[in-house]
């Protein structure tokens, strides 16, 4: 990890001088190395000469896979055949100099491809390996396949999602490779500061299972010593006994709205106009005679709220101190007042389009990271060959030999990005 002068430190990111070889594909692996990029890690992206397959992967607007732009923003690109001793060798230069390597590959393909921890660990003993996959590098299911929906399935959310009469449901985008990449990037702070520390680098072994029951909390003691295995309550809580409720336009959640204290409880009874539920002689005044009569309530709370737009029956409950939220569909979502002033929604200019991602979700104060686009399939082959100390004449050897691949937004459509 480079070491900073003075002068250098005011223009710094928070992972400013290290670097990453990301040999990743999909999602949770480049999501984990997006992280790193995004605070100022120099993100090496190293693909086989056909590219990675996210490249191609739908959806896809004018050639360009808006699935990858998601994922591989801040990074520069390597196309190399690692199969090739040629291509071992820059790859093992590479190692000489980094920080980390990710990957998301089979849980014996860096093995078969020259960069088991084993291996890297022998050439850099400083350098940390983050080895995402479906179950781990352990186990009896260490060699299965795994897509988001087997994790989310295996992991019990599934069945924990939905309606009590309905089936299994699953999470509208792919949870189970975010948190793992998230979870990653979390273990490769970790190994770094041990790093920092001894010296010496860390295997951190990441498994898409383990991180969705790590999430799971109350819910296994609460089947193990309780019995309750069936836990589906589709829109409401049974703690907080909080429920989306119908608008004019769509539905409003209102968060423990039964278990309001008094004061809330008086506002939230006026606003709905139920004045003599405010009294203390009310059934409805104490929580206990609220939930004894939840159907009552629920009806009488749908009455007002179908009378509202989901947005003006939102602003009514904040003001009275009524936690809820519209439930947004996409469109909101990315014109949402609080979430673009909190920038979550950024776009990259890529060729003649516009594309919107997810922003940076962990705020750091003089975090500053200009975001640029995704390499094209080997953008930078030249200029990371060239600080490995590869001369031209050998640069242009790997070249006319495929050992490296270089592309450009002038000669590539497909790998656009």
């Not at 360009?64 to 190399?80: T, V, W």
């Not at 680098?201 to 109350?218: E, T, W």
């Not at 600080?387 to 050897?397: H, K, T, V």
């Amino acid at each position: 990890m480079k070491k900073f002068l003075k002068d250098e430190v005011k223009f710094m990111t928070v992972l400013s001088g290290v670097r990453v070889l990301d040999l990743t594909h999909y999602i949770a692996g480049p999501y984990c190395s997006q992280i790193l990029a995004d605070y100022g890690a120099d993100v090496i992206k190293i693909e086989r000469l056909d590219g990675e397959v996210g490249r191609t992967s739908a959806p896809m607007h004018d050639d360009i896979s808006l699935y990858f732009a998601s994922e591989n923003r801040n990074k520069r690109g390597l196309s190399l055949d690692l199969k090739s001793s040629k291509g071992k060798a820059i790859l093992h230069r590479l190692i000489e100099t980094s920080d980390v390597l990710v990957t998301n590959y089979g849980s014996n393909v860096p093995e078969k491809l020259g960069f088991s921890y084993e291996t890297i660990s022998a050439i850099n003993p400083e350098i940390s390996m983050v080895h995402i996959t479906g179950f781990g590098t352990t186990g009896p299911y260490r060699d299965y396949g795994a897509y988001d929906g087997v994790i989310q399935s295996m992991s019990g959310l599934a069945e924990l999602t939905g309606h009590p009469d309905g089936p299994p449901t699953y999470v509208g985008f792919f949870i189970a490779d975010h948190i793992a990449g998230l979870q990653a990037t979390l273990g490769t702070m970790l190994a770094l500061f041990h790093k920092e520390r001894t010296g010496k680098g860390r295997f951190v072994d990441i498994s898409m299972l383990d991180g969705l029951v790590s999430l799971l909390g109350f819910s296994i003691s609460e089947a193990k010593l309780h019995g309750i295995t069936k836990q589906r309550w589709g829109t409401s809580d049974r703690f907080q006994y909080s429920k989306a409720f119908p608008t004019i336009d769509g539905y409003v959640f209102l968060g423990a709205y039964i278990n309001a204290p008094e004061k809330k409880w008086i506002e939230f009874a006026k606003l709905i106009g139920k004045n003599e539920w405010a009294q203390s002689n009310s059934p409805f005044f104490m929580e206990e005679g609220r939930f004894k009569n939840r159907e009552i309530l629920d009806k009488t709370i749908a009455e007002w709220t179908i009378q509202h737009t989901k947005e003006e029956a939102f602003q009514f409950l904040q003001q009275k101190g009524i936690a809820s939220s519209p439930v947004n569909n996409l469109d909101e979502v990315i014109n949402n007042p609080q979430i673009q002033h909190r920038e979550m929604i950024k776009s990259l200019n890529i060729g003649n389009l516009n594309v919107p991602v997810p922003g940076v979700a962990i705020k750091i104060t003089e975090n500053i990271k200009e975001f640029t686009i995704p390499p094209t399939l080997g953008e930078h082959s030249k200029e990371i060959l060239a600080q490995l100390g590869f001369s031209d004449d050998e640069i242009e050897d790997f070249i006319v030999n495929n050992i490296v691949r270089v592309d450009t937004y002038d000669n590539c459509i497909v790998n656009k990005i």
